[in-house]
């Protein structure tokens, strides 16, 4: 059984900056994906098997950065410039294939979620 635990969540203010972090019990393909109260989870950025690759939705590139360490199995995603509507719960996701994905079913596996809080 695959699991995935994040942590790094929090409040912070406009303008500030958080780490997320998945740890994994394998290495995948792994996404970090968001839901805001009332609207769709939605894609915010991925990374390969390898680490080679990554993608990031256009509302977040620039101030989003997704790495890994294999060494630990863990995946980060560093935010910086936050900003109100980023405010969501923040979820990690892994698949089994080495590419990532931006779609969510075609992830294999999710993590519990950790809320992201960002007051102007």
């Known amino acids: 059984q695959v699991q995935l635990v994040e942590s790094g969540g929090g409040l912070v203010q406009a303008g500030g900056s958080l780490r997320l972090s998945c740890a994994a019990s394998?290495?995948?393909?792994m996404g970090w994906f968001r839901q805001a109260p009332g609207k769709e989870r939605e894609f915010v950025a991925a990374i390969s098997w390898s680490g080679d690759t990554t993608y990031y939705v256009a509302a977040v590139k620039g101030r989003f950065t997704i790495s890994r360490d294999n060494a630990k199995n863990t995946v980060y995603l560093q935010m910086i410039s936050l900003k109100p509507e980023d405010t969501a719960v923040y979820y990690c996701?892994?698949?089994?294939?080495?590419?990532?994905?931006?779609?969510?079913?075609?992830?294999?596996?999710w993590g519990q979620g950790t809320q992201v809080t960002v007051s102007s």
């Open positions: 394998g290495r995948y393909a």
């Open positions: 996701a892994a698949r089994w294939q080495r590419s990532y994905s931006t779609l969510a079913k075609e992830y294999n596996y």
